[in-house]
């Protein structure tokens, strides 16, 4: 499976994962939200979750306040 690079972290792929995580929501309804294929969802969100930009939450996924910082900072809005 290939990866993202790191530096592509918050590459339109990360935004559209963490803009769908502004509330608990599981990686298969990611998938679908997003259109991406579910391991490309998957390899995303463990990267979010290295990074601090994302927390889990039983099977399901949250942006962190973090996450939230870097969005804006990025100059996206939810």
């Known amino acids: 499976m290939a990866c993202l690079p790191s530096d592509d ?7 559209s ?3 769908t995580l502004s509330i608990a929501t599981s990686l298969e309804d990611v998938a679908q939200k997003t259109g991406l294929p579910l391991f490309r969802v998957r390899g995303t969100v463990r990267r ?17 306040p973090e ?3 870097t969005l804006e900072k990025k100059g996206v809005n939810e």
């Open 9 to 15: 972290i918050l590459g339109s792929t990360g935004v």
């Open 48 to 64: 979010l979750l290295e990074a601090g930009l994302t927390h889990q939450v039983g099977q399901m996924f949250e942006i962190t």
């Open 17 to 19: 994962v963490l803009l």
């Open 67 to 69: 996450g939230i910082e």
